[in-house]
C-alpha cells in the first residue's frame, strides 16, 4: 500500500496537520506514505517521523518516481467537514478526522515544531542587534514580545490597512496594546517589511526574514500577540503562551482558545463557507465587520489580561539552549 497525502492552503494549515500526520506514523510503521505541500514543507523539518515524507511538487521526477505506482492520493480539505464549518472541532481535529479516519482525537499529539540551535542563536542575535540599537542597553531587563497584527489578506491604503477577511488587528487595537506593554516589553513586529506600518515603540527588524528564522524568534520570545495567521499556529508548536485577535473566523476552527488569550468581543460570528462556495461570503464578511469594534471597556479588559500574562511569563533567559531545542 502507497499512500500520499496533498495538503494546500496557507502554512497554518500545513502547521496544524503535524499531529494528525504523527498519529498516522504511529498506526502505520510498516506502511509507505508522503506528504506533499506545495510550498511550506519546511515546517516539517527536524520532525523525525516526518521529514523523511515530505515531498516537494517542483521535485525533478517526483510524478514519475512516487505518484505514478501510488495506491491512493488523498487530499485533506476540513472545509468540507460539516464539524469543522459548523465551529465544533479545529483545524488539527479536523485533520485527524480525515488523515486518520476517527472521531476520537484524544490520541492526538500536541503540536510540536523544531528549530536548530544555529537558528536559535541567529534569532537571538537579531533580537539582540535590534532592541539594543533601539532601546540602547537595557534592553536585557525587558521581555520579548512579538506581535503580528496583520493577516496575509491586510492590504495597505492611505489610511491605514484594510483586511476584508476581517483577520488582522485593528490599528487603533494594536496601537492600544502596544502604548500599554511598551516599557516593559521589547516588541519585535513580525510585519515589520517594507510596505507595512510603523507602529511607534514596535521594532522593525530591517533584513527580510524567513519563516524559520521567525519560529526561532517566537520560540525565544515570552509571548506572542497576533491574528489569524501563521503565527499564532507557530507560538503553539513552540509552547509561546499567546493573545490571538479574532473577528472574521472563529476560535474554534482557528486558533487555541484552550490554551490562549482570544481577544473578541460579543457580536455574533457569522460563518463564510469558503473553499466549499462563494455563499453569503460578501454577507458574512460584512456582517462580522462588528466583530473588529470594541468599547473602551472591552478594550481595556483584553489589555489588563495581556498585561498580566506577560507578567506572569517567566522570562527565557536560556532560550538558546541545546536542551531548549527540539
Same mark, same amino acid.
Given at each position: 500500500?502507497?499512500? &500520499? /497525502? @496533498?495538503?494546500d492552503?496557507?502554512?497554518?494549515?500545513?502547521?496544524?496537520?503535524?499531529?494528525?500526520f504523527?498519529?498516522y *506514523?504511529?498506526? $502505520?510503521?510498516?506502511?509507505e506514505?508522503y506528504?506533499?505541500?506545495?510550498?511550506?514543507?519546511f515546517?516539517?523539518?527536524?520532525i523525525?517521523?516526518?521529514?523523511?515524507?515530505v515531498l516537494?511538487?517542483?521535485?525533478?521526477?517526483i510524478?514519475?518516481?512516487v505518484?505514478?505506482?501510488?495506491?491512493?492520493?488523498v487530499?485533506?480539505?476540513?472545509y468540507?467537514?460539516?464539524?469543522?464549518?459548523r465551529?465544533?472541532?479545529s483545524?488539527?481535529? *479536523?485533520?485527524d478526522?480525515i &488523515?486518520?479516519? =476517527?472521531?476520537? $482525537?484524544s490520541?492526538?499529539? %500536541?503540536l510540536?515544531?523544531?528549530?536548530?540551535?544555529n537558528?536559535?542563536?541567529?534569532a537571538?542575535?537579531l533580537v539582540?542587534?535590534?532592541? #539594543?540599537a533601539?532601546?540602547?542597553? %537595557?534592553f536585557?531587563?525587558k521581555?520579548?514580545v512579538?506581535?503580528?497584527p496583520l493577516?496575509?489578506t491586510?492590504?495597505p =491604503?492611505?489610511?491605514? /490597512?484594510?483586511d476584508?477577511g476581517?483577520?488582522?488587528i485593528? %490599528?487603533?487595537? =494594536?496601537?492600544?496594546?502596544?502604548? *500599554?506593554i511598551?516599557?516593559d516589553c521589547?516588541?519585535?513586529?513580525?510585519?515589520?517589511?517594507?510596505n507595512?506600518?510603523?507602529?511607534?515603540?514596535?521594532i522593525?527588524i530591517?533584513q527580510?526574514?524567513d519563516i524559520?528564522?521567525?519560529?526561532?524568534i517566537?520560540?525565544?520570545a515570552?509571548?506572542?500577540i497576533g @491574528?489569524?495567521?501563521?503565527?499564532q499556529? &507557530? *507560538?503553539?508548536g513552540?509552547?509561546?503562551?499567546?493573545?490571538?485577535?479574532i473577528a472574521? =473566523? #472563529?476560535?474554534v476552527?482557528?486558533?487555541?482558545?484552550? %490554551?490562549? $488569550?482570544?481577544?473578541?468581543n460579543?457580536?455574533?460570528?457569522?460563518?463564510?463557507? &469558503?473553499r466549499l462556495?462563494?455563499w453569503?461570503?460578501e454577507l458574512?464578511e460584512?456582517?462580522?465587520?462588528?466583530r473588529?469594534?470594541?468599547?473602551?471597556?472591552?478594550?481595556?479588559?483584553?489589555?489588563n489580561t495581556i498585561i498580566?500574562?506577560?507578567?506572569a511569563?517567566?522570562?527565557?533567559?536560556?532560550? @538558546?539552549?541545546?536542551?531548549?531545542?527540539k
Open positions: 500500500m502507497k499512500k &500520499i /497525502f @496533498c495538503i492552503g496557507g502554512i497554518g494549515r500545513v502547521i496544524t496537520s503535524i499531529p494528525a504523527l498519529k *506514523a504511529k498506526n $502505520h510503521p510498516e506502511e506514505w506528504i506533499m505541500t506545495y510550498a511550506w514543507e515546517v516539517f523539518w527536524g523525525e517521523e516526518l521529514q523523511p515524507r516537494h511538487p517542483e521535485a525533478k521526477g510524478f514519475e518516481k505518484f505514478w505506482d501510488a495506491d491512493e492520493v487530499q485533506p480539505e476540513p468540507r467537514l460539516p464539524q469543522y464549518y465551529n465544533e472541532i483545524l488539527a481535529e *479536523a485533520f478526522k &488523515i486518520n479516519e =476517527t472521531d476520537d $482525537h490520541d492526538l499529539p %500536541d510540536e515544531l523544531s528549530v536548530t540551535l537558528e536559535m542563536m541567529n537571538k542575535n539582540g542587534q535590534a532592541a #539594543h533601539a532601546l540602547g542597553n %537595557d536585557p531587563k521581555k520579548i512579538v506581535i503580528q493577516g496575509s491586510a492590504i =491604503t492611505n489610511i491605514g /490597512f484594510y476584508k476581517l483577520r488582522s485593528p %490599528d487603533y487595537m =494594536t496601537k492600544r496594546i502596544v502604548e *500599554a511598551k516599557d521589547i516588541i519585535i513586529n513580525m510585519n515589520g517589511g517594507e507595512y506600518s510603523q507602529f511607534e515603540y514596535v522593525n530591517q527580510q526574514l524559520r528564522t521567525w519560529m526561532a517566537i520560540k525565544q515570552d509571548y506572542f @491574528c489569524d495567521s501563521c503565527g499556529h &507557530i *507560538a503553539r513552540m509552547g509561546t503562551p499567546a493573545s490571538v485577535f472574521g =473566523t #472563529h476560535e476552527n482557528v486558533s487555541y482558545p484552550d %490554551d490562549f $488569550h482570544i481577544i473578541k460579543d457580536s455574533k460570528f457569522y460563518p463564510s463557507p &469558503i462556495s462563494n453569503t461570503t458574512a460584512q456582517l462580522n465587520e462588528k473588529t469594534n470594541f468599547t473602551d471597556e472591552q478594550l481595556d479588559e483584553h489589555i498580566t500574562n506577560i507578567k511569563t517567566k522570562k527565557r533567559k536560556n532560550a @538558546c539552549c541545546v536542551k531548549d531545542v
